[in-house]
């Protein structure tokens, strides 16, 4: 393609060039200026592989693990060898969609202080992150998805006093890795591909499932306080630059990742869950057919929350 800049010998037309080129792709100047916006992904396919055994597990979550996998096979909720069979004839990606969705709508989010219920309890009393994701994989293994594939996932926070997380992981025959995530943690109502999942940053306390279990709880390095403002969180490198942004409206603000649903607070209910997965959707992707089901008012604030958060990123590079 040298033939075809043998004209812009002039610096004049350089520079009109160079010019286009940065109204053109203003993200990757601006990328290059501050260098690579985002850490480097510790939740990666290295995570199915190098297990070891559940009896080398000193944390004890291999041993939970195995303990409610064997009460689940003794007695598994109502209805649930029906929800089994609906998902056994599907292609394992639509299995993982059918499985995210089902659990998703079916429990709702509470926190009562019993850990690793199994999914009849969570069924009944209601549950948290990581009873969405054992519930999700024990689905999928009973309508036949491959077990060896399944990973639950305790993420590590990356602000000191920021909060613990567990989605579950699943890998098709093709080497794509999905995440399926609880509801009110969710940047799709959806699977997410891992490559696009925005929490791949932090260090993965265990990643285990029946067989064993895999780890790389190191700890990161570097300033990543633009990469955390940008996801809609506080930094542990410096003040909250995200709570003055919240609207007050309690859907709109979980969606847009300013807060959380508490403990002690009252849960979502079945509509609300289904309004803040509309919501998230519009907010990642605001396209008019996202938008179509909101009101004005949602739109507004969701596009002034991107629209500030964004304006402070760009203010944060420029310093």
């Given at each position: 393609?040298?033939h075809?800049?043998?004209?812009?010998?002039?610096?004049?037309s350089?520079?009109?060039?160079?010019?286009?080129?940065?109204?053109?792709?203003?993200?990757?100047?601006?990328?290059?200026?501050g260098?690579?916006?985002?850490?480097?992904?510790?939740?990666?396919?290295?995570?199915?592989?190098?297990n070891?055994?559940?009896?080398?597990?000193?944390?004890?979550?291999s041993?939970?693990?195995?303990?409610l996998?064997?009460?689940?096979?003794?007695?598994?909720?109502?209805?649930?060898?029906e929800?089994?069979?609906r998902?056994?004839?599907?292609p394992?990606?639509?299995?993982?969609?059918a499985?995210?969705q089902f659990?998703n709508?079916?429990?709702?989010?509470?926190?009562?202080?019993?850990?690793?219920?199994?999914p009849?309890?969570?069924?009944a009393?209601?549950?948290?992150?990581?009873?969405?994701?054992?519930?999700?994989?024990l689905l999928?293994?009973d309508?036949g998805?491959n077990?060896a594939?399944?990973?639950?996932v305790?993420?590590r926070?990356?602000?000191?006093?920021?909060?613990?997380?567990?989605v579950l992981?699943?890998r098709?025959?093709d080497g794509t890795?999905?995440?399926l995530?609880?509801p009110?943690?969710?940047?799709?109502?959806?699977?997410?591909?891992?490559s696009?999942y925005?929490?791949?940053?932090?260090?993965?306390?265990?990643?285990?499932?029946?067989?064993g279990?895999?780890?790389?709880?190191?700890?990161?390095?570097?300033?990543?306080?633009?990469?955390?403002?940008?996801?809609?969180?506080?930094?542990?490198?410096?003040?909250d630059?995200?709570?003055?942004?919240?609207?007050?409206?309690?859907?709109v603000d979980?969606?847009?990742?300013?807060?959380?649903?508490?403990?002690?607070?009252?849960p979502l209910?079945?509509?609300?869950?289904?309004r803040l997965?509309?919501?998230r959707?519009?907010y990642?992707?605001?396209?008019?057919?996202?938008?179509?089901?909101?009101s004005?008012?949602?739109?507004?604030?969701l596009?002034g929350?991107?629209?500030?958060?964004?304006?402070?990123?760009?203010?944060l590079?420029?310093?």
């Amino acid at each position: 393609m040298q033939h075809r800049f043998t004209n812009l010998r002039h610096p004049g037309s350089l520079l009109l060039l160079l010019g286009c080129c940065f109204w053109l792709m203003p993200g990757a100047a601006l990328a290059n200026k501050g260098g690579s916006e985002e850490p480097p992904a510790r939740m990666t396919a290295e995570l199915f592989v190098g297990n070891r055994l559940p009896t080398q597990d000193s944390s004890g979550r291999s041993e939970r693990l195995l303990r409610l996998i064997q009460r689940h096979d003794q007695q598994p909720p109502p209805g649930w060898s029906e929800q089994v069979a609906r998902l056994r004839p599907l292609p394992p990606q639509e299995q993982l969609r059918a499985a995210h969705q089902f659990i998703n709508q079916r429990v709702r989010y509470l926190d009562h202080g019993n850990a690793w219920q199994t999914p009849r309890e969570a069924f009944a009393r209601g549950g948290v992150c990581v009873e969405f994701a054992v519930s999700k994989m024990l689905l999928l293994r009973d309508a036949g998805f491959n077990e060896a594939a399944l990973r639950v996932v305790t993420l590590r926070p990356l602000p000191p006093h920021g909060v613990y997380h567990v989605v579950l992981l699943a890998r098709l025959a093709d080497g794509t890795i999905y995440v399926l995530d609880s509801p009110e943690r969710a940047q799709s109502a959806d699977i997410v591909p891992l490559s696009a999942y925005r929490e791949r940053i932090r260090p993965v306390v265990w990643a285990g499932w029946r067989g064993g279990y895999s780890s790389n709880d190191l700890a990161q390095t570097g300033d990543f306080s633009a990469y955390l403002g940008r996801q809609g969180r506080s930094s542990a490198f410096g003040p909250d630059r995200t709570s003055r942004f919240a609207t007050g409206d309690r859907l709109v603000d979980i969606a847009a990742d300013l807060r959380l649903v508490r403990p002690g607070e009252k849960p979502l209910t079945a509509a609300e869950r289904h309004r803040l997965a509309q919501l998230r959707r519009y907010y990642h992707d605001p396209i008019p057919a996202n938008g179509a089901g909101l009101s004005a008012a949602e739109r507004q604030k969701l596009n002034g929350i991107r629209a500030r958060l964004d304006l402070d990123e760009w203010n944060l590079r420029a310093r």
